[in-house]
């Protein structure tokens, strides 16, 4: 049942190679046998994974973490299914001069948000393209920002806007950003007795983000993605942030971000920051396209997401 | 072995499982209700789609555990005492299905479209199906048919 030369992943994409006729290719499409238990409260939650140890997960929407269980890319003797706990940290609200979001929130829930559409762009724009309706009704943001596939676009999203990470553990909580949260490829800084609970994005005045995408067809993983946000200052911008997905990027695109602080925005100078941007890339060749491919449309995806970004900040569009 | 309870079309159904059963095979093999398709297994396709607390969801990447204590809709709960849904009698007039797999899934998720809005475009019947593949390229009459489906009461499909 499963497609040749491609494995499952994070949404029940394809983001890894398998080699055709390997025995990963005639699918287990069962998981291996596990534990089970169900939180009912965050600190339930964290009780339950401090007292069965690192051999435990959680297990949010399922979205992920169940095809990749399938496939035997993660063999957890426990799960612990937080999803009870989708009322307690499903949330967007408004806290001063943050966004905060639930970790349990859904990516229906975000995609429907009128605060995010108003104030946060970026999330709205990245949710339509996520993977599809149906996957929207279970996936949530902290399962997909904790898988950290390296071509997700909502770890894209929260680097640009500058997203602090809240993550809970029996002695409190840590706030991370997320050049010290993303560890690389499936791989962030929650200890295996912590949880992500919150996601914080702090709102500037007069700012604006968004997102840009390609991808093969409706609901499929990125080609290339690009998110940028930009909040101006007395004609200039004042804060800059882009950051890239699927082109193996860093976190932050740093260097091209920097080109733009103080200076007018404008289309010119847009180009040159995306140019740094796709150049500081390192795409790989797959069945998504070329390097050269992907290095391109990051570039040209950049500067739309710029383009956008500014016009949303200058409340020239929605 | 957890004991898991689920509310299926209405009736309470408790059985005791692997942990590791996931949804679709839940209704398929304890309970017998083969309507809910086995299709990808990967999230992709759409055939295993229930209704989950009133949300598609697709069944294949969800756990039976997760379910426990939910109120789940399967096509064998849309035809109420001899009467078909209207999404139903829709696909029956407008030809929505070919060979019938993907059928299922796609008449549950446009129950739930049509429950939260009764009377949408084309391009909203579109996004809404965008989950779910026709391996028989059919969503022109899929669309129609669920058009049918919003233009129509359950009294006139009774008559």
């Known amino acids: 049942m499963c497609g040749g030369g491609e494995g499952v992943g994070a949404d029940g994409r394809w983001p890894f190679e398998i080699d055709p006729g390997s025995e990963r290719e005639t699918a287990l499409q069962v998981p291996a046998p596990f534990e089970y238990e169900r939180a009912t409260s965050i600190d339930h939650a964290l009780e339950l994974l401090t007292r069965l140890g690192p ?36 949330y967007v609200r408004e806290h001063e001069d943050e966004i905060r979001i639930g970790a349990m929130t859904r990516h229906r829930e975000l995609l429907e948000s009128e605060l995010l559409a ?48 809240v993550i809970r553990g029996a002695d409190g909580e840590r706030v991370l950003g997320m050049d010290e949260f993303h560890r690389g490829a499936y791989q962030t800084a929650i200890g295996p007795a912590e949880m992500l609970v919150e996601i914080r994005v702090p709102v500037r005045e007069d700012s604006g983000s968004a997102y840009e995408k390609v991808d093969r067809r409706v609901g499929d993983w990125a080609v290339a993605a690009a998110g940028a946000a930009i909040s101006l200052a007395s004609g200039v911008i004042g804060h800059a942030g882009i950051a890239l997905a699927a082109v193996g990027a860093e976190v932050r695109c740093a260097e091209s971000e920097q080109v733009l602080v103080g200076e007018p925005p ?24 070329s390097a050269e491919y992907k290095r391109h449309v990051a570039a040209v995806l950049t500067e739309r997401a710029l383009a956008r970004a500014t016009a949303r900040a200058l409340g020239a569009e929605r | 072995m957890i004991q898991v309870t689920i509310t299926v079309n209405d009736r309470e159904q408790t059985r005791v499982v692997e942990p590791r059963t996931l949804l679709v095979h839940f209704l398929r093999d304890e309970l017998g209700l083969t309507g809910t398709h086995w299709g990808c297994d990967t999230s992709n396709c759409g055939a295993c789609v229930v209704l989950m607390d009133g949300w598609p969801v697709k069944s294949c990447t969800v756990l039976a555990a997760t379910a426990s204590g939910h109120a789940l809709r399967t096509v064998e709960g849309l035809e109420v ?24 899934g796609m008449m ?36 129609r048919s669920i058009r049918w489906a919003a233009e129509h009461s359950t009294e006139e499909v009774q008559r």
């Open chain 1, 55 to 90: 051999d435990a997960q959680l297990l949010a929407g399922g979205h992920s973490l169940l095809p990749m269980m399938k496939l035997r890319l993660a063999t957890p003797g426990y799960l612990i299914d937080i999803d009870d706990l989708a009322g307690e940290l499903g």
């Open chain 2, 81 to 104: 005492d001899g009467v078909l849904d209207p999404v139903q009698q829709g696909f029956s007039e407008e030809h929505g299905l070919q060979c019938g797999f993907c059928t299922p």
């Open chain 1, 118 to 165: 108003g104030r946060l762009a970026i999330v709205t724009d990245a949710e339509r393209v996520i993977a599809d309706p149906v996957v929207r009704n279970r996936g949530t943001i902290g399962g997909a920002l904790c898988q950290a596939d390296p071509s997700e676009d909502l770890g894209a999203v929260c680097a640009a806007v500058g997203a602090q990470m």
């Open chain 2, 108 to 143: 549950l998720t446009a129950r739930a479209l049509l429950d939260r809005n009764p009377d949408p475009s084309d391009l909203e019947i579109r996004q809404a199906i965008s989950g779910q593949i026709c391996r028989c390229t059919g969503y022109t009459t899929i669309v």
């Open chain 1, 266 to 289: 404008s289309d010119e100078l847009f180009t040159r920051a995306a140019k740094l941007a796709a150049a500081a890339s390192r795409p790989v060749s797959d069945q998504r396209g």
